[in-house]
């Protein structure tokens, strides 16, 4: 199964709402294991809201790497993370995340 979204994350409800929605979908014990997202996003859209969407997912128990485009050797894809850069006016830029559950440490 797949989940597939695009700019969803555009105000404060949204970020809070969406990793727990995404997190009852793709975590749940009745749950289809192997089930992923594919989200389209624009980082440094908004202020503080990639960081704490980042966060957000992780609390759920969901993991996120950058689908496309490919990053390009150690430095490419999300950084730290997501992390705020601290600049300025960052550029904007899309990318496709690959959501799903986090693999669990035994």
Sequence with gaps: ELVVGSDLVYNEAGMAMLPR??????CSRGGARGVSMYYAH???RYEFYDRDFFAALEAQGLSYVQAWPQPEGDGGG???EGAFSGELFPEQRIVVLRISRAPVDR
């Design 21 to 26: 929605l995404l997190g009852r979908l793709l």
């Design 42 to 44: 624009t980082l440094n």
């Design 78 to 80: 999300l950084g730290a």
